[in-house]
C-alpha cells in the first residue's frame, strides 16, 4: 500500500522521494508543456477556488455513465445535479457551469441520440498499467502509465471502442475535433485497452457535447467521431511515455525545472487557461525559496490518482 501524501510538499522532501514511477497524461502533459509547471503541483499547490469546468465536466461524466447505463433521464439528471450542488465553483454571471445548463444540455443530448447501436461492457474505469521493457526505450520496468475510462463498448460490426464523453465550452468545428487525432490520451487508451484485453480495439469514440447552447440553435452541440491508431502510431505513444519518464528523472537530478518557451502556456489562450503559478514565476527570488502560501495558492487535500477514478483532463 503507498502511503499518502501530505501537502504541500517541502523543496527537499519532493527532491529526496525521487522521479515518479506512475504517469498519466494529465500529470505528463503538464509536465511537457512547463517542467516548473509540473514542479509546483508536484509539490501540492493549486488554485484556490477550483475552476467551475472541472466539477461541472464531473457531473456531465455522472450523468452520461448512468444514461447509458440505462437508468433513465431522472436519475442521470438528479444524480449529477447533487454532485453539482456539492462542488460547484462556478462564478456570479457564469451561464454555462450550472446546474440548469447540464439538465437542458441532457435533455436535448438524450434527444438526439434516443437509442445506441451499442451496448456498454464497462464504465468508469482507473488503470494502472506496467510500461514493457521492450518498446518504451530505457525506462525502469517498474514504471507505468495510468489514467480512468469513461466507458467499454461493444459495437456491431466494428466489436470493441472506448467511450470518451468530452464537454467543451468551445464550438464543435472541424478544427477543433481535428486535434483528437493527435491526442495522447486517445493513443494511452487504446494502448491500455489492447494491453488489458490482449486483443485489438477498434479504437475510440469521442462523443463531444458543447456546453455553450447557442440561442439560435444552429451551432451542433453534439458530435461524435470514432479515433483509431495503427501500431506505428502506439510505439511512437511508448517511446514518448518512455521518454518523459527519462527527462523527469534527469530534472530530479539537476533540480533545475526550467520555465517554458511558450509564454502562452502562462497567460492562457483560445481554450487554454492561463497557468496557476503565474504570480510565482514573476518573483525576483529563486523559485525554491518561494512561498506560494503567500502569494494566494492553496494546496491540493489529496493526491491525484486517475487510476484510481476520477477526474477530467482539462476543459
Ligand atoms: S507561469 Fe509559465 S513558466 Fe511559470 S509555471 Fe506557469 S507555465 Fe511555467
Same mark, same amino acid.
Given at each position: 500500500?503507498?502511503? =499518502?501524501?501530505?501537502?504541500?510538499? &517541502?523543496?527537499?522532501?519532493?527532491?529526496?522521494?525521487?522521479? /515518479?514511477?506512475?504517469?498519466?497524461?494529465?500529470?505528463?502533459?503538464?509536465?511537457?508543456?512547463?517542467?516548473?509547471?509540473?514542479?509546483?503541483?508536484?509539490?501540492?499547490?493549486?488554485?484556490?477556488?477550483?475552476?467551475?469546468?472541472?466539477?461541472? $465536466?464531473?457531473?456531465?461524466?455522472?450523468?452520461?455513465?448512468? *444514461?447509458?447505463? !440505462?437508468?433513465?433521464?431522472?436519475?442521470?439528471?438528479?444524480?449529477?445535479?447533487?454532485?453539482?450542488?456539492?462542488?460547484?465553483?462556478?462564478?456570479?454571471? +457564469?451561464?454555462?457551469?450550472?446546474?440548469?445548463?447540464?439538465?437542458?444540455?441532457?435533455?436535448?443530448? %438524450?434527444?438526439? #441520440?434516443?437509442?445506441?447501436?451499442? %451496448?456498454?461492457?464497462?464504465? =468508469?474505469? $482507473?488503470?494502472?498499467?506496467?510500461?514493457?521493457?521492450?518498446? &518504451?526505450?530505457? %525506462?525502469?520496468? &517498474? #514504471?507505468?502509465?495510468?489514467?480512468? @475510462?469513461?466507458?467499454? @463498448?461493444?459495437?456491431? /460490426?466494428?466489436?470493441?471502442?472506448?467511450?470518451? +464523453?468530452?464537454?467543451?465550452?468551445?464550438?464543435?468545428?472541424?478544427?477543433?475535433?481535428?486535434?483528437?487525432?493527435?491526442? &495522447?490520451? @486517445? +493513443? !494511452?487508451?487504446?494502448?491500455?485497452?489492447?494491453?488489458?484485453?490482449?486483443?485489438? @480495439?477498434?479504437? %475510440?469514440?469521442?462523443?463531444?457535447?458543447?456546453?455553450?447552447?447557442?440561442?439560435?440553435?444552429?451551432?451542433?452541440?453534439?458530435?461524435? +467521431?470514432?479515433?483509431?491508431?495503427?501500431?506505428?502510431?502506439?510505439?511512437?505513444?511508448?517511446? !514518448?511515455? $518512455?521518454?518523459?519518464?527519462?527527462?523527469?528523472?534527469? #530534472?530530479? =537530478?539537476?533540480?533545475?525545472?526550467?520555465?517554458?518557451?511558450? /509564454?502562452?502556456?502562462?497567460?492562457?489562450?483560445?481554450?487554454?487557461?492561463?497557468? /496557476?503559478?503565474?504570480?510565482?514565476?514573476?518573483?525576483?527570488?529563486?523559485?525554491?525559496?518561494?512561498?506560494?502560501?503567500?502569494?494566494?495558492?492553496?494546496?491540493?487535500?489529496?493526491?491525484?490518482?486517475? *487510476?484510481?477514478?476520477?477526474?477530467?483532463?482539462?476543459?
Amino acid at each position: 500500500m503507498t502511503e =499518502e501524501k501530505i501537502y504541500p510538499i &517541502s523543496d527537499l522532501d519532493l527532491k529526496q522521494g525521487g522521479s /515518479p514511477f506512475r504517469l498519466d497524461n494529465s500529470t505528463r502533459t503538464l509536465f511537457e508543456d512547463c517542467p516548473r509547471k509540473y514542479y509546483w503541483s508536484a509539490r501540492g499547490y493549486i488554485t484556490p477556488r477550483k475552476p467551475a469546468y472541472f466539477p461541472w $465536466g464531473q457531473a456531465w461524466h455522472t450523468a452520461l455513465a448512468l *444514461w447509458h447505463r !440505462g437508468e433513465g433521464f431522472e436519475k442521470a439528471e438528479s444524480a449529477a445535479l447533487e454532485y453539482l450542488q456539492k462542488e460547484n465553483t462556478a462564478q456570479i454571471g +457564469d451561464t454555462v457551469h450550472t446546474g440548469e445548463n447540464l439538465s437542458e444540455l441532457l435533455r436535448r443530448y %438524450v434527444e438526439y #441520440y434516443p437509442s445506441e447501436a451499442w %451496448v456498454v461492457l464497462g464504465d =468508469e474505469v $482507473g488503470f494502472e498499467w506496467p510500461l514493457p521493457e521492450k518498446g &518504451s526505450g530505457k %525506462v525502469h520496468s &517498474s #514504471y507505468s502509465y495510468t489514467g480512468s @475510462i469513461d466507458a467499454y @463498448i461493444e459495437w456491431p /460490426p466494428y466489436g470493441k471502442l472506448i467511450r470518451e +464523453d468530452k464537454s467543451t465550452g468551445i464550438w464543435l468545428s472541424d478544427s477543433y475535433l481535428e486535434q483528437f487525432k493527435h491526442s &495522447s490520451q @486517445i +493513443d !494511452g487508451y487504446i494502448w491500455y485497452m489492447q494491453e488489458f484485453l490482449g486483443e485489438e @480495439i477498434f479504437g %475510440v469514440l469521442m462523443n463531444t457535447a458543447c456546453k455553450k447552447i447557442a440561442k439560435a440553435g444552429k451551432t451542433p452541440l453534439f458530435s461524435r +467521431d470514432i479515433q483509431r491508431r495503427n501500431p506505428e502510431q502506439l510505439s511512437e505513444f511508448l517511446i !514518448g511515455v $518512455g521518454e518523459s519518464f527519462l527527462r523527469l528523472e534527469h #530534472y530530479w =537530478e539537476t533540480w533545475s525545472w526550467p520555465r517554458t518557451t511558450n /509564454p502562452i502556456q502562462c497567460v492562457g489562450g483560445i481554450g487554454r487557461s492561463q497557468c /496557476p503559478y503565474k504570480s510565482l514565476c514573476c518573483q525576483p527570488v529563486p523559485f525554491t525559496e518561494i512561498n506560494p502560501l503567500d502569494l494566494g495558492l492553496a494546496t491540493r487535500d489529496k493526491e491525484w490518482k486517475p *487510476w484510481e477514478r476520477w477526474g477530467q483532463e482539462g476543459e
